[in-house]
């Protein structure tokens, strides 16, 4: 059977969402330039704005226009209509695609020390404990709290943290977001993140 191209994919999949929220596509399109040019990693074909439905805040991607939101968080009572954001729940995708990758690619993860780096940066969809697992404890892992925690109440926030440190292990991590900040995050829930992270001691 004849692989299409990423423009005939387009064509017939015209949707952004479409292609990055169905497991067999985002497959498919990851594992392109992976087979075509064979690079060290693969990099998971996503968009930013996924989580986003999950917190219920509603958006789509307009061909020629870019991401409209069509409730865009502007008073309190917005902020009181965003829910806290569960993977497992609105995402399941995106496991279900790393799972197929991780067994197409042979576990680019576990051979990423053998290149010489210091240092490993795991986005939001890799859990901490398993990364540190696979790669090791002689290598530094950077990241990588879901940015959706940010939306969510301090104590959560800290919480979410504290869990990803102590799976990180001691030493030779770095604390960072495991993807940058989402539109609309509240200014104080970042500054929180920061203050919580100034007062760690590994």
């Known amino acids: 059977m004849t692989k299409l191209s990423y423009q005939e994919i387009c064509q017939k999949h015209p949707s952004l969402r479409e292609r990055s929220e169905n497991v067999d596509l985002v497959v498919e399109i990851s594992l392109q330039p992976w087979k075509v ?11 930013i704005l996924t989580p986003l439905p999950g917190m ?4 789509d991607i307009v061909k020629g226009k870019g991401p409209i939101i069509f409730d865009p968080i502007s008073t309190a009572v917005d902020v009181d209509k965003v829910r806290e954001f569960t993977p497992q729940e609105w995402v399941p995708y995106v496991g279900e695609a790393l799972t197929i990758l991780r067994k197409e690619s042979g576990g ?3 051979r990423l020390p053998l290149t010489g780096v210091d240092a490993v940066s795991l986005d939001w969809t890799v859990d901490m404990a398993e990364g540190r697992k696979r790669l090791g404890s002689d290598i530094a892992v950077q990241g990588n709290v879901d940015p959706g925690v940010l939306f969510g109440s301090k104590d959560f926030i800290t919480n979410r943290i504290h869990d990803t440190v102590k799976k990180a292990g001691k030493g030779k991590h770095i604390l ?12 104080e829930n970042v500054a929180h993140f920061f203050e919580v992270a100034k007062g760690l001691r590994y």
Not at 37 to 47: A, C, E, H, R
């Open 37 to 47: 040019f064979k690079p060290d990693g693969v990099i998971l074909f996503s968009d």
């Open 56 to 59: 219920n805040i509603l958006f």
């Open 108 to 110: 680019l993860l576990e």
């Open 176 to 187: 960072n977001l495991g993807h940058g900040i989402v539109v609309g995050t509240p200014e």
